[in-house]
């Protein structure tokens, strides 16, 4: 089975905070995805990786960066938090192979006050 | 690049009722086609995927989607909802490779007792 997990299940910071998302999966799958989900908006990437050291920007990126420094962990990172992230985050990953689908993890759910 | 609009926001049925939930798309190149079912505080499961082949899906759950190639369709449908089918639902478009999916915004659907 594929597995992909996040750190946190609900996070509370502040304005300003430096906020870490991280997300890990259990086998040596390639590509994952960062998305923030909003009300009416549906899913919107943030940024990928097809492998390590390797991102690529998607549609939202402003305001995030991320990290891949081992295949199994893609990291995103909020350099200081703002009101206008609160949102739900969730990675994702593709295995490829005999597999089509996007895997998803539980998913952060992030509140900046 | 592709794009996916889901036509209903809100999606209200009686329990037992059948229920059809619309999903168009767009794209220059061929799809795989997916629907993704959400619950409260939970990320996105797999209910079904298009690849090739017949047009008429089954998934999980009882619910099926056919794939209509003219009409750029891909509704999803199931001949008689429970109160536990009630959750978010996404469709989704990716490219052959996988490496890029498309979201819709959602329809959510509430099942009346």
């Known amino acids: 089975d594929v597995k992909v997990t996040q750190s946190s299940r609900y996070l509370v910071k502040r304005t300003g905070e430096k906020v870490f998302l991280e997300c890990v999966q259990d086998?040596?799958?390639?590509?994952m995805f960062w998305y923030r989900q909003d009300p009416g908006l549906g899913l919107r990437l943030i940024y990928f990786?097809?492998?390590?050291?390797?991102?690529e920007k998607g549609d939202i990126p402003e305001g995030y960066s991320v990290s891949r420094e081992k295949k199994e962990r893609f990291s995103l990172i909020l350099e200081s938090a703002s009101t206008n992230q609160t949102s739900m985050y969730l990675c994702?990953?593709?295995?490829?192979?005999?597999?089509?689908?996007?895997?998803f993890g539980p998913g952060t759910r992030l509140t900046v006050l | 690049a592709q794009s996916v609009t889901q036509l209903d926001s809100q999606v209200p049925v009686f329990e037992e009722a059948p229920v059809e939930l619309r999903c168009n798309y767009s794209?220059?190149?061929?799809?795989?086609l997916f629907w993704y079912v959400q619950y409260p505080n939970q990320g996105l499961q797999l209910l079904l995927k298009?690849?090739?082949?017949?047009?008429l899906v089954k998934g999980i759950n009882g619910f099926e989607a056919e794939f209509n190639k003219s009409q750029t369709s891909f509704h999803l449908r199931k001949p008689s909802v429970h109160i536990s089918d009630t959750a978010e639902y996404f469709c989704?478009?990716?490219?052959?490779?996988?490496?890029?999916?498309?979201f819709g915004t959602g329809t959510s659907l509430t099942v009346i007792p």
């Open positions: 086998m040596d799958h390639e590509n």
């Open positions: 990786s097809y492998d390590v050291k390797m991102k």
């Open positions: 298009y690849l090739s082949g017949s047009t």
């Open positions: 989704a478009v990716s490219d052959l490779a996988g490496n890029q999916f498309y």
């Open positions: 794209s220059s190149v061929s799809v795989y």
């Open positions: 994702a990953i593709t295995p490829g192979g005999s597999y089509n689908e996007q895997f």
